[in-house]
């Protein structure tokens, strides 16, 4: 006989109890007379059919409350799945936001460690090859006139004697050449390594154009004189501009001394000053050698100075217009500089104060 559990044990366990309570009641109203065997047989049917319906009745409710409670745990277990899955997403998708915003910032800051770096690596560069090129002026075009220099002194000093005048002073002449332009180099030299060490302090003031010119004027008068080249010098009511003596002397006596390198023999310079509302120009115009466009274009790049020999086969540096821009832009936009030339027609270069 098969094992019965739960509700069904629990209504054979009453069918029995009911059978025996029959067989006592029949057995009761039998010996009491009251009834005869058949007669109580269908009492008690009617009775037992009564308890079988209520039994039945009482199943059913349970059957019906254990369906019902197998539906409430059922909710509840999806409902509590259904919970578990989204704190596990939302655990989940934070986790992959952190990740990811871990990864921006750490992809941010190796950006801009990056950034930091590449610059620095620029730097380097550009003072590496500004330390060659520094390095190859001195070697190159600084040391040889030495050789020129010590080569005639020391003729002069053995042999003074035996050279006539003529040669003696061809030879002063060309001492003096190569010295001049050692004098006017170290100086763009130690001027240029100031700017490069941030040294230079501007003191700016109002200053007397016209004094700054004829001290430059003064300067080169000589080199002037030698290549006979008429220097003008122009007016149209304007005698003071603000800036530093210093760095404004050293502009002009630059672009000055470059146009009478570039000027041919027997020519012309033309300095002309004027003032147009709050804004004085200075420009220094020469009729000699002139640039191409694309010489214009590297006049101010350390990386592209290239040197070319003046009309009278001076040597220059390359220096000159790199240490004027410089100066400039210590100025903070105050001072302003354009350049146009053209072949074999001269350069113009005008200053903005």
């Not at 304007?238 to 404004?248: E, S």
Request: charged share 25%.
């Amino acid at each position: 006989m098969a094992q019965i559990k739960g509700s069904s044990k629990a209504v054979y366990k009453d069918f029995k109890n009911v059978a025996v309570y029959a067989d006592s009641i029949i057995k009761l109203l039998y010996e009491n007379n009251k009834l005869n065997k058949q007669n109580a047989t269908l009492e008690f049917a009617k009775i037992y059919e009564i308890k079988k319906m209520i039994q039945e009745n009482i199943f059913l409710k349970q059957e019906a409350r254990i369906q019902e409670l197998k539906a409430i745990q059922e909710h509840n277990t999806f409902y509590i799945i259904s919970a578990a899955i989204i704190v596990i997403s939302t655990i989940l998708m934070l986790l992959i936001y952190f990740r990811y915003r871990c990864k921006k910032k750490v992809s941010e800051i190796l950006l801009k460690r990056n950034s930091v770096i590449q610059l620095k690596n620029e730097y380097l560069e550009k003072a590496n090859a500004t330390k060659q090129k520094f390095f190859s002026i001195i070697s190159h075009d600084l040391i040889n006139p030495f050789n020129a220099i010590l080569g005639y002194t020391d003729l002069l000093d053995k042999k003074f004697d035996t050279f006539k005048d003529t040669e003696k002073k061809e030879f002063i002449s060309t001492i003096k050449k190569y010295a001049t332009h050692n004098y006017n180099l170290t100086k763009n030299l130690l001027e240029w390594s100031r700017v490069q060490q941030n040294s230079i302090i501007l003191k700016e003031e109002q200053l007397n154009i016209e004094s700054i010119i004829v001290e430059t004027l003064d300067t080169y008068e000589s080199l002037a004189k030698r290549k006979k080249i008429v220097t003008n010098v122009y007016f149209e009511d304007a005698y003071y501009v603000y800036a530093d003596k210093n760095c404004l002397k050293t502009i002009l006596n630059n672009i000055y001394s470059n146009a009478i390198k570039y000027s041919y023999n027997l020519g012309v310079i033309d300095i002309i000053v004027k003032n147009n509302s709050e804004i004085t120009t200075i420009q220094i115009k020469d009729y000699g050698v002139g640039m191409k466009k694309e010489q214009v274009k590297n006049l101010f790049k350390m990386s592209d100075i290239t040197t070319t020999l003046g009309t009278d086969n001076e040597k220059g540096t390359g220096l000159g217009f790199l240490i004027c821009k410089e100066l400039i832009d210590l100025h903070d936009g105050k001072i302003k500089i354009d350049v146009i030339s053209e072949p074999n027609k001269g350069t113009t270069i005008t200053l903005s104060l």
